[in-house]
Structures are given as structure tokens and as C-alpha cells.
């Protein structure tokens, strides 16, 4: 049985990345390690700072240490540090929304991505940049940030929260697909097709986990 070390910076990630480990490969041993304060220390600075590093260090190691067979974060705000993980651990790494980008890409021309924690939209632009420039993809990213559905989300008003994403994606409309930025955004996606049925709305988990099951089998 593979082992699979989840890292969340939220709580409100694990919810969502266990379903969709649940529902398209359930075989796996999944170890959640959450440390919460990340996300805040995180919106506290405009960087990744030395410690911020250091602390990503010590979960990709704890993580190998407890025998895992591949680790994923799913917090999108540290994608230079969990690429350093990667380079350090002997395993499979994957970050957050590495392959729900891969598949923006192949879609092309101008992407929509809504993010409910402000700190990642820099951190996915820049992977998206990477990601479209190796595959001599032409795309533009328009973002969006929407203002409250995190802290809804942590109060425990998940409609409330789902609801404002869904509003908010009102203002991409016009764009070929729409990317959520966030793992706790994924159960929000069923609004946002009902609003904008013409366009293709992609989630992360989903494209996580087969992501893993085709690196680790």
C-alpha cells in the first residue's frame, strides 16, 4: 500500500483532497500533517522568508522519514519552497496545483483564476508563466481575488463561501477556462458551472490525485 503525506497550511484543504483521494483512488495510506500558522505567517510577509524555507525543509524530511512513497501540498502560496523539497526528498513531490495548470495550459489563450487567499495568486502566476513558457503555450492569466470567502470558509459557512466564489466568477465569464486557486475552493465548482455552463471551470484535488497515482504506480 503507498503511503501519501497530504501538507495542508489550512485546514479547510484536507476536507476536499481526501474526497477526491476517496473517490478516484482510495487505496493509498493518507498522512494529513497540518500546521495552520503557515498560511497566516505567510500573509504576514510579501516573500518567502529563510524560516518559511527552513519549515518546508523539515516537513518534506519528516514526511520521508515516516516512509512516505510521494508527498503533496496542497497550500499554493509556497510554490519556491516546495520546489526545494523536491530537490531534497527521494520521492515524488507535487505542488498544490501543478497538474490542474498543466491542463490550463493545454487549454491556452486567456485563463481566469479565482483565489480566496490573496498570497498565492503571485506564487500561481508565476508557475503558470513557467508552465506556458516550456510548453511554447500563448495564454494570459486574469485573476481574481474574492474578499471574505476564506474567513467565511474557517467560520464554517461553507455555502456562504461558495456562493461569493461563485459571484465572483462573474467577472471571468469571458475567459476560456476558470482555475481555482485553492484546494477548499474544489466543492464550490458545481456553482460555478451551473452560472457559466460554456466554460470549463478546473480544480485542483482532482487533478492531484491522478497526478500521484500515475507518478507512484
Not at 460554456?198 to 490525485?209: E, K, N, Y
Amino acid at each position: 500500500m503507498a503511503r501519501i503525506v497530504l501538507i495542508h497550511a489550512t485546514p479547510a484543504a484536507v476536507d476536499p483532497i481526501c474526497a477526491a483521494f476517496a473517490e478516484a483512488w482510495p487505496e493509498p495510506d493518507l498522512v494529513n500533517l497540518l500546521d495552520d500558522s503557515l498560511s497566516r505567517d505567510r500573509a504576514l510577509t510579501p516573500e518567502l522568508t529563510d524560516a518559511i524555507y527552513g519549515r518546508f525543509d523539515a516537513l518534506g524530511a519528516y514526511s520521508a522519514a515516516i516512509g512516505a512513497d510521494g508527498i503533496l501540498f496542497t497550500c499554493s502560496a509556497f510554490g519556491p519552497a516546495i520546489e526545494r523539497v523536491a530537490r531534497a526528498v527521494p520521492v515524488p513531490v507535487l505542488k498544490p496545483n501543478e497538474a490542474m495548470l498543466a491542463e490550463a495550459v493545454a487549454i491556452g489563450g486567456r485563463i481566469g483564476m479565482l483565489a480566496t487567499f490573496e498570497p498565492s495568486i503571485a506564487s500561481m502566476a508565476a508557475e503558470f508563466e513557467a508552465d506556458a513558457a516550456k510548453a511554447g503555450a500563448k495564454m494570459t492569466l486574469e485573476s481574481v481575488f474574492v474578499p471574505g470567502a476564506m474567513a467565511a470558509l474557517l467560520a464554517g459557512k461553507r455555502d456562504h463561501h461558495d456562493a461569493l466564489v461563485a459571484q465572483a466568477a462573474g467577472a471571468l465569464a469571458h475567459c476560456r477556462a476558470i482555475v481555482l486557486a485553492q484546494f477548499s475552493m474544489a466543492p464550490a465548482a458545481s456553482r460555478l458551472r451551473e452560472r457559466l455552463p460554456d466554460v470549463p471551470v478546473l480544480t485542483s484535488p482532482g487533478s492531484a490525485v491522478a497526478a500521484m497515482r500515475k507518478r507512484i504506480t
